[in-house]
């Protein structure tokens, strides 16, 4: 009897190669000392007789300055589809045109709900599928910390991204946007138009900062990594004139501190773009700015712990006035958490011939094997180095009138040293048996097998990963396990 062709499935997997994704580059390390010495001689003047001299209203300058765009970059990305009832794909005005979004969907309680507006790190001006990709722990730039906690959020696509109208302007016309998508939430009958909070990591906190520097609409704003000037960013993302110097001055957030009037939160790890902060915080003595620096962190071992703590705040911020307050003492313990064990976005799968329904990870995808001993194949579009990616189930299905073949398929798998059990699911007579699997350079493999029972219809689901990825794994197979059912009897 064939359980599965489970050495292909390891060859499946060898494909893995430990990837670190960082879309928004590796912070520049910036040796520049900075002591309180210089909070006193930081000046906003220049040499240059054209240089802006007024810095005491943002808005005002940024809506009459015009940019020059020396390189005209836009994608044409296509959108991937949201999960249903999760979020919705809906394109929000703008003065270049309407911008997609990702946007929570309607809870259908009448009820307004708090909002968050997040902006992911990056150059890029486009959305795709990461709010719902694998929440990285120590590099985890999803934002879905806060949908997860129960927020409402928005992630919006910028000018010239996913086919948007216009093109890139590193940090300028960018601005504008997030305004326009603070507007369309506002617009929402779902959305409180009283709890709309802002955030972003890298490129996407700078991006938030100069928002909150421009207007004081939003309730509170979360800058992870922020930049002070933007000649700390990857200049081979600029587009603008950069032999101008004004260029640099409006999308470098140094200069507009003290605009800002909104409760704004700037958080960098000390081995990420610290010195940034440190320069912000010298520069304006603004009490509306909060920043904090994390020992011992980097550019991105900040956010999975602290958006979650956030979150939490945000949900507590129910009072009329703003009553959010953060300690160092507070980001420095929800620092020390464990990670938690995340369950994916799962998605309902229907196989008509079998009448079988079942959910799975959105991101998986699934396809008939070559191979017609099975059925289908699930996994990941993904190789990252996480179990969504690197975990592979196979289903496949045939019939038997013998009323005991689970139990002659029950001592079969404990001869060939799985452990087994006896269950059901949703009421039909299943087994579930599991065992390791070696292969060739000794590397293990941790195999689960259901079979499960539907009249003379047997299925099975076989999972496969990585040993080191059993714990989280084997939660993920429990979900689908728990979700598998048959269609009723006529």
Not at 259 to 266: A, D, E, M, Q
Not at 413 to 429: D, H, W
Request: include cysteine; hydrophobic fraction near 35%; charge should be negative.
């Amino acid at each position: 009897m064939k359980i599965m062709k489970h050495w292909k499935a390891i060859t499946i997997l060898l494909v893995i190669s430990a990837i670190l994704t960082v879309s928004c580059g590796a912070p520049q390390k910036d040796t520049a000392h900075v002591d309180n010495s210089q909070a006193s001689s930081f000046t906003k003047n220049g040499s240059a007789s054209s240089r802006i001299q007024d810095f005491s209203n943002f808005a005002q300058t940024h809506d009459t300055f015009t940019t020059t765009l020396t390189k005209k970059r836009n994608d044409n990305s296509a959108i991937p589809a949201p999960p249903e009832e999760l979020f919705d794909l809906v394109h929000y005005p703008s003065k270049v045109g309407d911008l997609a979004a990702y946007i929570s969907s309607d809870p259908q309680d009448g009820q307004k709900h708090p909002i968050i507006i997040w902006i992911v790190g990056g150059w890029g001006n486009r959305i795709d599928d990461f709010p719902w990709v694998y929440p990285n722990w120590d590099n985890d730039q999803t934002g879905s910390a806060f949908w997860q906690a129960g927020l409402l959020a928005m992630y919006p696509s910028f000018r010239g991204g996913n086919g948007n109208p216009g093109h890139f302007e590193a940090l300028f016309g960018e601005v504008d946007d997030v305004i326009s998508a603070y507007e369309y939430a506002a617009s929402l009958p779902y959305v409180d138009p009283e709890r709309i909070y802002l955030g972003g990591h890298s490129t996407g906190g700078t991006r938030a900062l100069l928002a909150s520097e421009y207007a004081d609409k939003f309730r509170a704003v979360f800058c992870f990594g922020a930049v002070d000037e933007i000649k700390y960013h990857n200049n081979s993302q600029f587009t603008f004139d950069t032999k101008n110097e004004n260029e640099h001055i409006m999308r470098s957030p140094i200069y507009w501190l003290d605009n800002i009037k909104t409760p704004t939160f700037l958080v960098e790890g000390s081995e990420g773009n610290s010195e940034n902060l440190k320069r912000m915080l010298l520069a304006s003595q603004n009490e509306n700015i909060h920043g904090f620096i994390i020992e011992g962190a980097d550019h991105f071992t900040v956010l999975a712990p602290l958006t979650r703590l956030f979150a939490q705040k945000i949900l507590a911020d129910t009072d009329e006035e703003f009553n959010i307050s953060v300690t160092q003492e507070e980001l420095d313990e929800a620092m020390k958490q464990d990670p938690p064990i995340p369950v994916p976005v799962m998605t309902s799968r229907r196989i008509e011939e079998l009448g079988l329904t079942f959910s799975c990870p959105y991101l998986w995808e699934i396809a008939p094997d070559e191979d017609d001993d099975t059925l289908l194949i699930a996994c990941s579009r993904y190789e990252e180095d996480n179990p969504w990616d690197m975990s592979v189930l196979y289903i496949s299905s045939y019939t038997s009138e013998d009323s005991s073949y689970l139990q002659g398929l029950n001592s079969y798998l404990s001869v060939e040293g799985f452990e087994t059990r006896e269950i059901t699911i949703n009421g039909y007579a299943a087994i579930d048996a599991s065992n390791m699997l070696q292969n060739d350079d000794g590397e293990n493999f941790y195999q689960r097998y259901v079979g499960l029972q539907n009249d003379s219809l047997f299925v099975d689901f076989t999972f496969l990963v990585h040993e080191s990825f059993l714990d989280e794994a084997d939660a993920l197979f429990q979900t689908v396990i728990d979700s598998i059912s048959f269609d009723e009897s006529e």
